[in-house]
């Protein structure tokens, strides 16, 4: 009866093993399921991350798009506009048409580089500012657009009065434009370089400016 006993609290001690046995794989499943729980907000963590850093890198591009389109336009094109009106007189027709395509092209472009810096949908304070003066420069284009269109005859006395008009609407936007490039480039956080490089153009241009002026006074 003794090994009887025995026997049976064998078998006893045997199923209380076997019982700690599925406690143990039973843990050991709630770890595997723990670290599956972790993998998944690692991966959640991952992509979010990888969402905002691609649509970082696509406004990024989006806003060096608008100022290379601002720069052209409104840095290069028209300013050079108005010095071959200023300039080149003296070569007619020539300088008609050149003043004419310049400012088209110049214009249009402008339109385009408006139309993209207000898709960036940014409305902070100093955005604002930079996009009041890049509208205050196309009103002044469309501006001159129109008194292109109702140019009058030279001969007329409103010639005189249309001149003036024209080259002082003409200055103002050029001015605005220079200007309005430079904000933005301070606003966009680019290299310096590119601030130093359009500086460097501008101040050529305008002792090149003067230089014509001078020569155009004296002849």
């Known amino acids: ?11 006893d001690g045997g199923e209380g093993g076997e019982g700690k046995g599925k406690s143990n794989r039973s843990g050991e499943g709630s770890g595997d399921g723990g670290d599956d729980g972790d993998e998944g907000k690692g991966q959640r963590r991952t992509s979010s991350a990888s969402a905002s850093s691609s649509s970082g890198g696509a406004f990024q591009s989006a806003a060096r798009r608008h100022g290379v389109l601002a720069l052209v336009s409104w840095g290069v094109m028209v300013p050079a506009g108005v010095a071959l009106a200023r300039f080149f007189k003296r070569f007619d027709p020539f300088w008609f048409y050149a ?7 110049g214009f249009l472009l402008g339109v385009v580089a408006v139309v993209a810096g207000f898709r960036l949908d940014d409305d902070e304070g100093p955005v604002i500012t930079h996009k009041a ?11 001159q657009v129109m008194a292109l269109l109702a140019r009058p005859a030279k001969e007329t006395k ?17 001015v605005l434009g220079v200007a309005n490039i430079f904000y933005g480039l301070s606003l ?25 002026e001078e020569w155009r006074r004296r002849h």
């Open 1 to 11: 009866m003794w090994v009887a006993c025995a026997g049976d609290d064998d078998d």
């Open 99 to 105: 003043h004419v395509v310049a400012q088209g092209l």
């Open 133 to 143: 003066i890049g509208v205050a420069v196309l009103v002044c284009a469309f501006l």
């Open 158 to 174: 409103a010639s005189r009065y249309w001149n003036w008009y024209h080259h002082n609407v003409g200055r103002v936007a050029v």
């Open 188 to 212: 966009a956080n680019e290299r310096q370089e590119w601030s130093y490089v359009y500086g460097i153009f501008i101040g050529v241009f305008a002792v090149v400016y003067l230089v014509l």
